[in-house]
């Protein structure tokens, strides 16, 4: 059985935990580890069961506490090479990734560390590189992409071949133009370099999904430009005008920003 839970999915911080009864790799360390030791118990969970860390970015809600988690537990740390570089001059991290725990990977070159099979890929975003993560583990795919400035061709050939994908609705489009954010701001989020909106998610779920795609769960949702109801709608709405409801062979969710959202079972 593979499990799957989110710790946090926002500008706050990030932190996705995917595993099996004798594995398990964390997903991005934007959570303190103080508040993640609290929610492993919670869950029944021991924090002996985390293997790894994988990063997508630099930015510090995804990084700012995997100096510490991996110092504490002995935890080697994936990431590009520049994503490396991006944490060593980053000040939000106060405790830098040991040499000895770094190690690194290629958009588009596959390794098997423990039971995860793992193949990164390149994700437009203005960090100093960005990743997505293709995880096939026990005969099922699991993919995650967020901070996603815009869908590429090579994305939407992950999002087809994905059994369980996580992917990122940040904001809706309408609210983020008619809010207080400032222009720079917002021609940054809306660039092919900042963040998807719901409309975008939509649209590239549904032009791509196969139908193996059983999960999908919507990440990274602005607190002031979005809400959670509206993301799921938007994207229900599309997926609909296409010919996919949700609740039949597709199920639809949206992570909480700063909350656990209780375990998937895959």
Known sequence: MIKFISFGSGSSGNCYFLYTETDGLLIDAGVGVRALKKHFRDYGLNMELVHRILLTHDHADHIKCVGSMSHDYHLP??????????????????????????????????????????????????????????????????????????????MATFIGSADYLVIEANHDYEMLQQGPYPQYLKDRITGGNGHLNNKLCGEAIAQNMKETLQHVWLCHLSEENNHPELARKTVESILRSYGIIIGKTLQLDVLKRTMPTGVFEL
């Open 77 to 154: 740390v994936f990431a590009t090479r520049l994503v490396h570089e991006g944490i060593d001059k980053n000040y939000f991290v106060t405790r830098k990734v040991a040499p000895e725990l770094r190690s690194y990977v290629e958009p588009g070159v596959s390794f098997q560390t423990g039971e995860f099979k793992v193949t990164p890929f390149t994700v437009p975003h203005d960090s100093n590189d960005n990743v997505g993560y293709q995880i096939e583990v026990e005969g099922k795919i699991f993919c995650l992409m967020t901070d996603v400035g815009r869908v590429t061709e090579e």
